[in-house]
C-alpha cells in the first residue's frame, strides 16, 4: 500500500498559535495554566518530573473541579531516568465488594447512573498520585500538596467553564445535592468567569493528610499518608456519605454501596505497559481495562497505507481514519476490560486479524458495529450498546455526569464533551510522565462536606449485562477511558509523552496527533493546532452508553470541500467550530540535539506548555 517515492503527507500550516517550546532544564504542559506553572516551579527548584506531576496533579484537582477531583481516578505511562521501560501507573480503583450487576438491576436500573454514589468505583486518584511520589519522586508529601492548599485556602480564578458547569447542574445542586449548593453556589448564586473560588474543606483535608506524614524515612511518611487516606477520616467520611439516598443521574434516589472496607483493601499499582509499533517507533498504553490498546490496533490498521493516504486534513485520509477507529472502537467494546483473557494483545494484532479488519474498509462510511473474533472467539456486546439509548434517556438529562449541555455555547450545539484533565512533564534528567486524572468532578455527586470533594462515576463504563468483559463485577476495574500515551523511538528512547481529555475521543484526537508528528513530520505544536475529528459511532462510555451510526463530528476548519466529501460518503456530520475539538499537550525530548520540549492546546485559552 505504501510507495514513499510518490506519496507525500500534507505540509503543516505555515503558522501556529504559539511556537514549540524548547529548553534544557525542563517543560510541563497540561489542561490549565496554573498546573504547568506548578510544575515547573517544582523543577526549577530542584524536583524531578514525579515531583512537578504530583503537585501539579493536586493543583488541578482545585482548579479545575468540573474535569477533575480527590475522589477520582487516573492512569499514567511513564519512564525513569535510569531505566527507559514505559510503565504504567494504574489509579482506576475497581467496584467496591457490593456493587454487583444484579444488585443495581434489583434497585430498578437497567443501567449504571451517570451521576451519583452508586457510580462510584473505589477512588484511585490520590493513592496513585502518592504512590508516584514514593517511588520515584523526591520531596514530603506537605511540600508537593503545599500549593494546592493555598489555592484551595486563599482561592482561585474560575475558569469560564467551571461556572457554565455549575449552572448547567444548578437546579440539581438547590433541590437535591444541598452540600454542592453550599460550596459552587456562593451567596445562592452562579459564579461568574473569574470569580475567586474556595475550597476550605478540601484545604483542611489536605492539611490533615499532610500532617499525618510521619515515619523514620520519606517512603514510610508517604505511606502513612496513603493509609489515612484508605483507613482513616478520609475513608470513615466516605462511607457514612454513602450511606445516605441521594439523587442519581437515574431521576431516583439511592444509597452507595462504598465502605471503609473497600479502600483499605485497596491500593494504586504499577504494571507493564501494553506496547505497539508504527513506523519506526514504540507506542506505550495501558493493558485492556482501559482503551489504550485501542490505539495501538488504529495505528498497526494504518501502518501499511501511503503517507498521503494518511493525512486526516484530506477527504479520503479523514474517512480512513474515522473508518479506522469504527473499528478499533468495536473491538474495545466488544472484548476490553479487567478480565485476563478478555482481549490478548498479540491477537488484536496479529497480522491476519489485521488484514481481515482491514478489508472491511470501503469507500462508504459504515454505520454498523462490527467487533472481530479476536484469537477466533466470538465477539459480544452488550445488548444495550447495540441499542443506544433508551426511549426518552438523552445526553442532556444526565445531569451530573461528565456530559452536560451549556446553552449558547458557540460551536458546541450546546452539549459539551470533556471531563477530564491532561498533564505531561519531562525533566532535565531525562524522566517523563503522562498524565490524564478524572473523575470526582463536581456534578458527579455531592459534595462530602467535612472533605470538600465528590465520589468519582467510572462505574458508568460498565454493563448491568451479565457475562461480558466489562460487566459490573466486585474487585474489577471499570473499563476506563484514560489513556496517556508515551512514545519511544527505535532505540527505545523515550520522544513523547501526550494525551488528552475527552472520554471516548481521547485516543482518536491522539492518533490525530501522532499521524501528523510521525508521519508528517509536523511539529508538536503544528499537530495539536491542527483540525480535529472524531467517530460518535461507537455506544458511548458514558451514561447513557448511546451511539450516533456513522457520526463524525468535524471542526469547520477541515474546510467544506472535505467536509462535503465525507458526507457524500455516508458520514453523519455535525459542525463543531473552527476551535472546538481536543484539548492535548505533549512533552518530549529531541535526542539528537539533546534538547527538551512543550506544547499544549490553544483551544478555550486554558491549556499552557511552560519549560525553559
Known amino acids: 500500500m505504501r510507495d514513499d517515492a510518490v506519496m507525500s503527507f500534507g505540509r503543516p500550516p505555515a503558522f501556529t498559535t504559539r511556537p514549540t517550546l524548547e529548553g534544557t532544564v525542563g517543560m510541563a504542559a497540561s489542561t490549565h495554566w496554573a498546573a504547568s506553572a506548578t510544575a515547573m516551579a517544582v523543577l526549577e527548584r530542584g524536583g ?3 515531583d512537578a506531576a504530583v503537585a501539579a ?5 482545585v482548579v479545575e473541579p468540573h474535569l477533575n477531583g480527590p475522589g477520582g481516578d487516573l492512569t499514567a505511562v511513564f519512564t525513569t531516568a535510569d531505566d527507559p521501560t514505559p510503565r504504567v501507573l494504574d489509579g482506576q480503583g475497581p467496584a467496591p465488594a457490593a456493587a454487583s450487576a444484579a444488585r443495581y438491576r434489583d434497585e430498578g436500573l437497567d443501567r449504571v447512573p451517570g451521576a451519583g454514589a452508586l457510580a462510584a468505583a473505589i477512588p484511585g486518584a490520590t493513592d496513585a498520585w502518592l504512590l508516584l511520589l514514593r517511588d520515584h519522586g523526591t520531596w514530603e508529601v506537605g511540600d508537593v500538596v503545599g500549593p494546592a ?8 480564578p474560575a475558569v469560564a467553564r467551571v461556572g457554565s458547569t455549575i449552572g448547567a447542574v444548578a437546579d440539581l445542586f438547590r433541590e437535591h445535592w444541598p452540600s454542592s449548593a453550599a460550596l459552587w453556589l456562593p451567596g445562592g448564586r452562579l459564579p461568574g468567569p473569574g470569580e475567586v473560588l474556595r475550597n476550605p474543606a478540601w484545604a483542611d483535608t489536605l492539611g490533615r493528610l499532610a500532617d499525618a506524614a510521619r515515619g523514620p524515612t520519606r517512603e514510610a ?3 502513612a499518608v496513603r493509609t489515612v487516606w484508605a483507613e482513616g477520616f478520609v475513608a470513615e467520611a466516605v462511607e457514612a456519605f454513602c450511606r445516605k439516598p441521594h439523587r442519581h443521574a437515574s431521576g431516583t434516589d439511592h444509597a452507595g454501596v ?3 472496607a473497600d479502600s483499605a483493601g485497596w491500593r494504586a499499582s504499577v504494571v507493564d505497559a501494553f506496547v505497539g509499533t508504527f513506523r519506526g517507533h514504540r507506542v506505550a498504553k495501558t493493558p485492556s481495562w482501559g482503551q489504550g490498546p485501542a490505539l495501538l490496533q488504529m495505528l ?5 497505507y501511503d503517507d498521503a493516504a494518511l493525512d486526516p486534513s484530506t477527504e479520503a485520509g479523514a474517512h480512513l481514519v474515522l473508518e479506522v477507529i469504527k473499528l478499533a472502537q468495536a473491538d474495545r467494546d466488544a472484548w476490553f476490560g479487567d478480565v485476563p483473557d478478555a482481549v490478548v494483545l498479540a491477537d488484536l494484532l496479529d497480522p491476519a486479524y489485521l488484514d481481515a479488519r482491514r478489508s472491511l474498509i470501503t469507500e462508504d462510511a459504515s454505520p454498523d458495529l462490527r467487533p472481530g473474533r479476536v484469537g477466533g472467539r466470538e465477539p459480544r456486546l452488550a445488548e444495550l450498546a447495540v ?9 442532556s438529562s444526565a445531569v451530573g455526569e461528565p456530559t452536560v449541555t451549556l446553552e449558547g455555547e458557540p460551536g ?11 498533564l505531561d512533564v519531562v525533566d532535565r534528567w531525562g524522566a517523563v510522565v503522562s498524565v490524564t486524572p478524572s473523575g470526582g468532578w463536581l456534578q458527579s455527586s455531592p459534595v462530602i462536606p467535612e472533605l470538600g470533594f465528590a465520589l468519582g462515576t467510572r462505574l458508568q463504563m460498565t454493563w448491568l449485562e451479565e457475562g461480558l468483559p466489562s460487566t459490573l463485577t466486585p474487585g474489577r476495574r471499570p473499563r476506563t477511558t484514560l489513556t496517556p500515551t508515551l512514545v519511544l523511538d527505535d532505540e527505545g528512547r523515550p520522544v513523547t509523552a501526550v494525551g488528552s481529555p475527552g472520554g471516548d475521543q481521547q485516543d482518536q484526537w491522539q492518533l490525530l496527533y501522532l499521524l501528523r508528528t510521525l508521519v508528517g513530520g509536523w511539529s508538536p505544536q503544528a499537530a495539536i493546532d491542527a483540525p480535529a475529528l472524531h467517530s460518535t459511532s461507537a455506544p458511548g462510555s458514558f451514561w447513557p452508553r448511546d451511539r450516533e451510526p456513522g457520526g463524525a463530528v468535524v471542526e469547520d476548519r477541515l474546510g467544506d470541500a472535505v467536509i462535503a466529501g465525507l458526507a457524500r460518503r455516508g458520514h453523519r456530520i455535525s459542525r463543531a467550530g473552527d476551535w472546538a475539538l481536543g484539548r492535548l499537550s505533549a512533552v518530549g525530548i529531541d535526542h539528537a540535539r539533546g534538547v527538551l520540549w512543550g506544547a499544549a492546546n490553544p483551544r478555550g485559552m486554558q491549556g499552557y506548555a511552560v519549560g525553559r
Do not use: I, K, M, W
Not at 496533579?57 to 484537582?61: A, H, I, K, P
Not at 498497526?300 to 501499511?304: F, I, K, R, T, V
Open 300 to 304: 498497526a490498521l494504518l501502518e501499511p
Open 258 to 260: 462504598l465502605t471503609v
Open 57 to 61: 496533579g493536586f493543583v488541578l484537582q
Open 412 to 422: 458546541t450545539d450546546g452539549e459539551v464533551r470533556g471531563d477530564t484533565c491532561h
Open 48 to 50: 524531578n518530573a514525579f
Open 387 to 395: 441499542a443506544g439509548a433508551a426511549p426518552g434517556v438523552s445526553a
Open 221 to 223: 511518611r508517604v505511606d
Open 149 to 156: 492548599v493555598c489555592y484551595a485556602r486563599d482561592g482561585f
